[in-house]
């Protein structure tokens, strides 16, 4: 037990700095490539602190426990909305631009519903897991097509004329602080799950909330690095394109490693939360074009919600 406390604090603390080293970096490829700070965090942001889903998914999954696989993916929707967002908005109110809300949101909420539509039957099959894959593969054509469109538009404190070593030197530190963000996920996801293991948890919670949890702290310490920073669009682009790879890559990774039949909660509990908060994202900036902090207050409210009828219901 001790060794999993150790794991918990010091995967906190190698967190908290690759956090606020990969943000940087990741500004500085923005200005580099001269592409939009939303499609860095849509697809750098997104696609790199997903990650830990994804390998945790996989692991699961090949292991003989596809519960605690979609457990992660549908958890981690819900922390990356009601908590990750919740407290970043919080902390500082975040901008929304209207155009997100036109494409990248409606690409989330259409992927949400077909994830649905096909978890109706109570079974995720390998076509399922096609099926989600093929979206992702979609997701990203866009992403590709639109970084060659989007202009420079918000990263100011970055020098426009970079040489190559310099850049070189971007991306070492870039790649290396993900891996590092990854890593020490991985040390809190395995001391969480000691920990609750010891207490006799089920899989399928351990799935819901500490690894799911554990695995989203990634989008909650680039978040926060990046709404400090007021890098509005990379917090924004890191949350819809997480859950966009959540929902259609980890998802997808059970339905095509071990297709089982998924538990009745799933849909009737957790897939209602994440509809409910991925509605939150448009419905709270409605007014002001923003996320303040009485709709952080209300995303972390929902999911308080969640977390009791989970436990206590």
Do not use: C
Request: aromatic share 10%.
């Amino acid at each position: 037990m001790l060794l999993s406390i150790i794991s918990l604090v010091s995967g906190f603390i190698l967190l908290i700095w690759s956090a606020d080293v990969f943000t940087n970096n990741g500004a500085k490829i923005a200005r580099i490539f001269n592409i939009s700070p939303l499609i860095i965090g849509l697809l750098i942001f997104g696609f790199g602190t997903s990650a830990p889903e994804m390998l945790v998914s996989g692991i699961a999954a090949y292991s003989g426990h596809p519960e605690m696989s979609v457990g992660n993916a549908f958890g981690s929707n819900i922390f990356n909305i009601g908590l990750v967002l919740g407290i970043t908005a919080l902390i500082l109110p975040i901008k929304v631009e209207k155009s997100v809300l036109k494409k990248e949101w409606v690409f989330l909420i259409l992927s949400t519903l077909v994830a649905g539509l096909l978890l109706l039957d109570k079974y995720l099959s390998f076509y399922d897991g096609l099926i989600l894959l093929a979206l992702l593969i979609l997701f990203l054509f866009y992403v590709f097509k639109q970084s060659k469109k989007d202009s420079l538009n918000g990263v100011d404190d970055v020098d426009s004329k970079i040489n190559n070593k310099e850049k070189g030197k971007t991306w070492l530190l870039l790649i290396v602080s993900l891996v590092i963000l990854i890593s020490s996920a991985k040390l809190v996801v395995w001391g969480g799950t000691v920990l609750a293991s010891t207490f006799g948890v089920p899989e399928l919670i351990i799935g819901l909330t500490v690894v799911a949890l554990g695995t989203s702290l990634p989008e909650l310490a680039v978040s926060i690095s990046s709404a400090l920073k007021k890098h509005h669009e990379m917090v924004i682009g890191n949350i819809i394109g997480s859950n966009l790879f959540n929902t259609l890559g980890v998802l997808a990774i059970p339905g095509l490693i071990s297709p089982f039949k998924i538990p009745a909660e799933l849909l009737s509990r957790d897939y209602i939360y994440i509809f409910i908060l991925t509605f939150l994202i448009v419905i709270l900036p409605f007014k002001d074009k923003k996320i303040n902090r009485f709709g952080g207050f209300a995303l972390l409210l929902v999911l308080g919600g969640y977390l009791y009828q989970l436990f206590w219901i």
